[in-house]
T-cell receptor, first 112, second 110 residues
Framework: AQSVTQLGSHVSVSEGALVLLRCNYS??????LFWYVQYPNQGLQLLLK??????LVKGINGFEAEFKKSETSFHLTKPSAHMSDAAEYFC??????????FGGGTRLMVKP | DGGITQSPKYLFRKEGQNVTLSCEQN?????MYWYRQDPGQGLRLIYY???????QKGDIAEGYSVSREKKESFPLTVTSAQKNPTAFYLC?????????FGPGTRLTVL
């Protein structure tokens, strides 16, 4: 069975600092991996996805994530945080194409 | 505009009442999903449908029911059997390997 663990339910960074949101997964087959962002009282928006092509995946809003099979990780990074990045972020894994299993989410707070 | 619409955005219900949440998509996707979101628990799958006239229970289907009579529509009914229905409900549809989400409905039981 697939599962996702997001380390840190809350992460706080200063504006302009590096953003690092951690995601580890377990999967019995090569997975598809996703990061979604959710702003308050809204649906989820796809940031980026890994589908077995390049291990470094670039997404929208300056985010990127690197698939590391040996570490079963798919951490999300952004070099310089902006106030508008404050939101909740979800990592998700899929073994069978369109069925997703989500992590518990990480709320990112950005301090001025 | 192509996308997924959910209505209403906010819904209040008295205990013991059934209520139906609407989800419509014009993306021509075969698969549709309902998730429940509670603070600190991520998204949990309630029901999903891979094709019209067919649907499957997810991880937390008890107290919920769905129908899929049209490709575009996947309504969710929260029944009185659901003991703790106050939550944020998200509908999604998908291509072969990506899910797209609606804006959500926040249900509050008074």
């Amino acid at each position: 069975a697939q599962s996702v663990t997001q380390l840190g339910s809350h992460v706080s960074v200063s504006e302009g600092a590096l953003v690092l949101l951690r995601c580890n997964y377990s999967s019995s087959v090569p997975p598809y991996l996703f990061w979604y962002v959710q702003y308050p009282n809204q649906g989820l928006q796809l940031l980026l996805k890994y589908t077995s092509a390049a291990t470094l995946v670039k997404g929208i809003n300056g985010f990127e994530a690197e698939f590391k099979k040996s570490e079963t990780s798919f951490h999300l990074t952004k070099p310089s945080a902006h106030m508008s990045d404050a939101a909740e972020y979800f990592c998700a894994v899929s073994e069978a194409g369109n069925m997703l299993t989500f992590g518990g989410g990480t709320r990112l707070m950005v301090k001025p | 505009d192509g996308g997924i619409t959910q209505s209403p955005k906010y819904l209040f219900r008295k205990e013991g009442q059934n209520v139906t949440l609407s989800c419509e998509q014009n993306l021509n996707h075969d698969a549709m999903y309902w998730y429940r979101q509670d603070p600190g628990q991520g998204l949990r799958l309630i029901y999903y449908s891979q094709i019209v006239n067919d649907f499957q229970k997810g991880d937390i289907a008890e107290g919920y029911s769905v129908s899929r009579e049209k490709k575009e529509s996947f309504p969710l009914t929260v029944t009185s059997a659901q003991k703790n229905p106050t939550a944020f409900y998200l509908c999604a549809s998908s291509t072969e390997n990506e899910q797209f989400f609606g804006p959500g409905t926040r249900l509050t039981v008074l």
